[in-house]
């Protein structure tokens, strides 16, 4: 089993930034992708940023050059840099993981940290 644990949501002014992190623990080995994912109010979950575990990422269009994404496999850590917020950001952001193994693969998903833009 994985375990993800989100930090660093909160609430903040329109124009200002957030730094997320999720952190990847227990049965690890075989994890390629992870990214984040949002889900606002009464939304459905939607795709934020991926990055694979050689460094290529993936950002919807309505963060791209706001939004960027990275990570530290030594430290099995995925990290969203939010710049520019907007109160259209506001949602409860979710790290997902992708584990590859011999029976197949399996994502996991994080507890979800609050993040609130204020207009």
């Known amino acids: 089993q994985v375990q993800l644990v989100e930090s660093g949501g909160g609430l903040v002014q329109a124009g200002g930034s957030l730094r997320l992190s999720c952190a990847a623990s227990?049965?690890?080995?075989?994890?390629?992708?992870m990214g984040w994912y949002r889900q606002a109010p009464g939304k459905q979950r939607e795709l934020v940023a991926t990055?694979?575990?050689?460094?290529?990422?993936n950002l919807a269009d309505s963060v791209k050059g706001r939004f960027t994404i990275s990570r530290d496999n030594a430290k099995n850590t995925v990290y969203l840099q939010m710049n520019s917020l907007k109160p259209e950001d506001t949602a409860v952001y979710f790290c997902?993981?992708?584990?590859?193994?011999?029976?197949?693969?399996?994502?996991?998903w994080g507890q979800g940290t609050q993040v609130t833009v204020s207009s």
């Open positions: 997902n993981a992708l584990q590859l193994s011999p029976f197949g693969a399996k994502g996991y």
């Open positions: 227990g049965s690890i080995f075989g994890i390629t992708a």
């Open positions: 990055i694979s575990n050689d460094g290529i990422t």
